[in-house]
């Protein structure tokens, strides 16, 4: 009689075994497995909560891959993308290169988990999650390669985690720092536990239904049937949190915590802030960044961090008064260096900034005049006036510019290490610096590299450097319709 699948699925999925002829440590090294090193026996009760064979993994991707080749066969053939919004075709670009490979990196993670994970059900779930990985790298380059014949910039998809183009430099440092230079037990924590249980629903689920309202179904399968991933292999960082904390590791996970939180928040509110708030058409934002942010994070992911007894990070209060301001800022940021980037940027319209108004009360206050020079800039110099003249400062830890400055009140600050002074856009980023600056202290970011002739100082040379052959502009060239419309009422 055949077996049916609760008589072996557990001891299929729970494969462990003593060494009879290496020790323990051999086979799994502090240094890749992970510290504290516990023995098999503080492991043995690893659970996860869904549980999945190979054969129910393999038909549920298949269906999933089909639904999103369906969708993208009949609206490719469409020729959707050109009649979706202008700034809604810069997000795609943005999205593509900010994700695509940065997933196929992630499959690294999962496959030293999957080798170095201390309980046979981990390892199983993170072959299963380095599959995932894949797929999540697949799926955009995909579609990225059909968006080619409307956009060459969407060659960015697959080229830009090969680029020294400042963004992504910052993002392999993050990636580097969380997974691919992490131990397996790291990696479970900041990966699954911290990133994509606390940041990815963000920007999958969020993002994916804010492509409905925008018309580009494609781009929201996209984003659905990825996240339908994200929530299962996401899993592996509660079990392992929980066996730390119950070892004695429960300041450890904090620290942990508190740390990819803070770099998760940096990149997040630089890519996902900025997408929602200003390049998203004002029709289809369902809610602000700030909502968003409130209501998966602030609420629901501080429910797990009650589960363990955790604390809230120790810069919260910063975190959360950031909301209001940190992306805003940014995104001045973005527009003036936009030839840095391999997407267009555009100037809030009138009424897009009555949204930011409504949302971010102070809105108009803060940022108002700002935007107002650089469309007198436009009308007096052209161009060349909205264009900076200064290299922007870099953050020594997260390699953002430090551009999170809030009404009246500026975050920088500054380090010195060994002779060296570093600077950093917050204290949070310092104190990250601080844990460990043997592993941070070398690293050299663009304006450092520019100051030790490292990298070219000519603007078209540092572009050429950071492989951005067709740079970002203003999304109008310059031609605000409503700007238009002023000038002949005035005439």
Not at 27 to 36: D, L, W
Not at 180 to 199: H, P, S
Not at 228 to 233: A, G, L, N, Q, V
Not at 354 to 361: G, I, T
Request: negative net charge; charged residues 25%; aromatic residues 14%.
């Amino acid at each position: 009689m055949a077996l049916q699948r609760d008589d072996w699925l557990d001891v299929a999925r729970k494969v462990d075994w003593e060494f009879r002829y290496v020790d323990e440590r051999e086979v799994y090294p502090e240094v890749v497995s992970g510290s504290p090193w516990l023995s098999h026996e503080s492991w043995k009760n690893w659970e996860e909560a869904y549980r999945n064979t190979y054969r129910e993994y393999v038909q549920n991707q298949l269906v999933k891959d089909d639904s999103v080749f369906a969708v993208r066969d009949a609206l490719g053939k469409a020729k959707i993308t050109e009649r979706l919004d202008p700034a809604w075709v810069q997000l795609a670009k943005f999205h593509n290169g900010a994700i695509a490979l940065g997933e196929y990196a992630a499959c690294l993670g999962e496959l030293r988990m999957a080798r170095f994970g201390r309980d046979g059900a981990w390892r199983t779930m993170a072959n299963l999650g380095a599959l995932d990985e894949i797929r999540h790298t697949q799926i955009p380059l995909m579609i990225g390669q059909d968006l080619l014949k409307f956009d060459s910039r969407f060659d960015w998809t697959h080229k830009a985690y090969h680029t020294n183009e400042w963004a992504m430099i910052a993002a392999r440092h993050l990636f580097d720092d969380m997974f691919t230079a992490a131990n397996a037990l790291d990696t479970a924590i900041q990966l699954t536990f911290v990133f994509e249980t606390g940041f990815t629903n963000l920007q999958f689920i969020a993002m994916a239904a804010m492509a409905d309202g925008a018309d580009d179904h494609v781009f929201e399968k996209m984003l659905a049937s990825i996240q339908t991933d994200e929530s299962r292999h996401a899993q592996q960082g509660h079990p392992v949190l929980r066996t730390l904390i119950e070892n004695g590791g429960k300041e450890y996970g904090q620290y942990l915590l508190d740390k990819m939180w803070w770099r998760s928040w940096r990149i997040f509110l630089a890519l996902t802030g900025t997408s929602m708030d200003y390049l998203t058409p004002v029709h289809a934002r369902r809610q602000s960044f700030k909502e968003f942010m409130e209501e998966w994070i602030n609420d629901q992911f501080l429910k797990n961090l009650e589960e363990f007894g955790l604390e809230k990070p120790w810069f919260w209060d910063q975190f959360v008064e950031e909301l209001d301001h940190a992306h805003h800022s940014f995104q001045l940021g973005l527009y003036t260096y936009r030839q840095t980037l391999w997407f267009d940027e555009p100037v809030p319209s009138p009424e897009e900034r009555a949204w930011l108004e409504e949302k971010y009360p102070g809105w108009t206050e803060t940022y108002g005049s700002i935007w107002d020079n650089i469309e007198k800039m436009w009308d007096e110099r052209g161009e060349l006036g909205t264009l900076p003249y200064s290299l922007p400062s870099l953050c020594n830890l997260c390699q953002l510019p430090t551009a999170f400055r809030g009404p009246g009140k500026n975050t920088a600050c500054t380090l010195e290490h060994n002779g060296r002074k570093y600077l950093f856009c917050s204290e949070p980023c310092r104190w990250i610096f601080q844990q460990q600056p043997e592993r941070f202290a070398e690293h050299q970011s663009v304006i450092d590299r520019i100051f030790k002739g490292d990298c070219p100082t000519d603007i078209y040379a540092v572009l050429d450097w950071m492989g951005v052959e067709q740079h970002g502009k203003d999304l109008h060239n310059g031609e605000h319709p409503w700007r238009q419309k002023r000038a002949a009422v005035s005439a």
